[in-house]
T-cell receptor, first 115, second 115 residues
Framework: AQKITQTQPGMFVQEKEAVTLDCTYD???????LFWYKQPSSGEMIFLIY??????QNATEGRYSLNFQKARKSANLVISASQLGDSAMYFC????????????FGKGTTLSVSS | EAGVTQFPSHSVIEKGQTVTLRCDPI?????LYWYRRVMGKEIKFLLH????????ESGMPNNRFLAERTGGTYSTLKVQPAELEDSGVYFC?????????????FGPGTRLTVL
């Protein structure tokens, strides 16, 4: 069955440090997409980064990068130079066939950034 | 460009009452999705519209839930009659599929409390 697993309920990091949020996925479909979303305390879900299963290179968007290890079925989010505003819940999600299907979400990881 | 909007932001109703949630997608987005997060659980898919047609409603919990998308623009999700287990945050997302990906952009959610 298709599944997303986020094993870290909470993570703590100091400002300016890098942090890695773990995500593993399970699917037998060869074509899929992986997403990370951020949900601050205000509640909205903000799209951060996308990785397609056929992408050769890891996705990057500013301070966010996705460490995609296909053989291990992991898609960890790396946030470099953490900022106080990065404190939020982070969700990893997967879509099958890369496009046009529902997202399957993990339970989320709460990141707390301290000064 | 305006993002996905949802109304109301909060709704508190009694068991047995009816509630209608509304979602306005990003202009021009053909795909519209509804998701729900029950307290402590993962965000779960409810259904997917492509324009005005229901593409996938496999996540709808039961026939107390009715979704519509008039003219392929905004969508409503009606719960009638509401039960206690319907409490949660209802998210709407929209996307414009490309050949490569289908990034879904989320609204702020409607928090539904059934007493």
């Amino acid at each position: 069955a298709q599944k997303i697993t986020q094993t870290q309920p909470g993570m703590f990091v100091q400002e300016k440090e890098a942090v890695t949020l773990d995500c593993t996925y399970d699917t037998s479909d060869p074509s899929y997409g992986l997403f990370w979303y951020k949900q601050p305390s205000s509640g909205e879900m903000i799209f951060l980064i996308y990785q397609g299963s056929y992408d050769q290179q890891n996705a990057t968007e500013g301070r966010y990068s996705l460490n995609f290890q296909k053989a291990r079925k992991s898609a960890n989010l790396v946030i470099s130079a953490s900022q106080l505003g990065d404190s939020a819940m982070y969700f990893c999600a997967m879509s099958l066939n890369q496009a046009g299907t529902a997202l399957i979400f993990g339970k989320g990881t709460t990141l707390s950034v301290s000064s | 460009e305006a993002g996905v909007t949802q109304f109301p932001s909060h709704s508190v109703i009694e068991k047995g009452q009816t509630v209608t949630l509304r979602c306005d997608p990003i202009s021009g987005h053909d795909n519209l999705y509804w998701y729900r997060r029950v307290m402590g659980k993962e965000i779960k898919f409810l259904l997917h519209f492509v324009k005005e047609s229901k593409q996938d409603e496999s996540g709808m919990p039961n026939n107390r839930f009715l979704a519509e998308r008039t003219g392929g623009t905004y969508s409503t999700l009606k719960v009638q009659p509401a039960e206690l287990e319907d409490s949660g945050v209802y998210f709407c997302a929209s996307s414009q599929m490309t050949a490569y990906t289908d990034t879904q952009y989320f609204g702020p959610g409607t928090r539904l409390t059934v007493l």
